[in-house]
């Protein structure tokens, strides 16, 4: 698949209805790396897949202060053309078609994540020489720690935010 195409298709097959009937439908993190035209095709798509009282779960990286791009080596490398949304730039893209019913911020959570997975890929490096140079080595293991370092100094931040089209009757209660 070309790079780029697989973000759209992401919300596809998570669309699903929970035990009432209610669709619903999550985005497990990509936001941050679609470019901005793929944002409103991402949304359109969105909103054409949930009925009125259905709720979408937004998983992103986000950034503190609004931007229109990245860091270089990450756009470079890592994200072409991407950049990190900040809390504004969500919240003003949302505003004229979903109703916020959440928001849940953990990026001091996921600094360990990396961590593991820069340990877990060090440890099986052995057997991924096979297939991978030591420049993705270098740069897969710089990638990782550099974001785990920003999510440590709070740089950069982990969200979950829970959106709706029209409202979820009697409220949304998010499970914690």
């Not at 990509?30 to 969105?46: A, I, N």
């Not at 992103?60 to 490398?77: E, F, K, L």
């Not at 072409?80 to 928001?103: C, G, T, V, Y």
């Not at 060090?122 to 999510?151: H, I, K, N, P």
């Amino acid at each position: 698949m070309p790079r780029g195409d697989c973000r759209e298709k992401m919300v596809v097959p998570l669309l699903g209805a929970n035990g009432d009937g209610r669709q619903e439908a999550a985005e497990p993190g990509g936001t941050e790396s679609m470019t901005q035209d793929r944002r409103g095709r991402f949304r359109q798509k969105l909103e054409s897949l949930l009925d009125d009282d259905g709720i979408f779960l937004l998983h992103t990286i986000g950034a503190n202060r609004s931007v229109r791009c990245t860091d270089p080596w990450i756009d470079r490398y890592i994200f072409p053309n991407a950049m990190l949304p900040s809390a504004r730039q969500i919240a003003a893209a949302a505003e004229e078609f979903f109703i916020l019913e959440d928001w849940h911020g953990f990026g001091t959570d996921y600094d360990r994540t990396l961590m593991a997975w820069h340990r877990n890929f060090t440890r099986a490096w052995q057997a991924l020489r096979q297939v991978y140079d030591e420049r993705f080595r270098r740069m897969w293991s710089y990638s990782l720690l550099s974001c785990a370092g920003s999510f440590r100094g709070r740089a950069i931040q982990l969200w979950q935010i829970v959106l709706s089209p029209a409202g979820v009757a009697g409220g949304y209660r998010a499970p914690r």
